[in-house]
């Protein structure tokens, strides 16, 4: 009976999506308007599985603007370069904050595992 809850509670946390993915935004070098080239990413624990990134960048305070965002191939990289991809970086009047969305794709194009960070812009 406790082997079958346990495997019970196993399946249960594995079904929350609960991911261990993590990255983090180095907006070092960005100019402070419009740059094309996107900042430097750190990845972690991104799943083995995974064959390219997909990535988004939203103003949390002006989400209406279209930031955009970029696919780039995974090779097992701790981090992407900045410029890895295009897309319109951050110009706004006073501080907001940008929520960066990346998602781990496998071979067939179906997301392995996703993860979020916020960070302000300009850098405090």
Partial sequence: ?????????LTLGLSTGASAMSISVDWTGTTECFDRESPLIKLKDVPKRAVKLRLAMVDLDAPQYPHGGGEVAYKEQA????GAFR????CP????????TIEALDA???????????????PK
């Fill in 108 to 122: 067939s194009g179906e997301p392995v595992d996703s993860a979020k960070v916020v960070v302000p812009f300009p």
């Fill in 79 to 82: 981090q992407l370069a900045k």
């Fill in 1 to 9: 009976m406790r082997t079958i809850l346990i495997a019970g509670m």
């Fill in 93 to 100: 009047p006073a501080i907001h904050q940008y929520q960066w």
């Fill in 87 to 90: 897309y319109t970086g951050p």
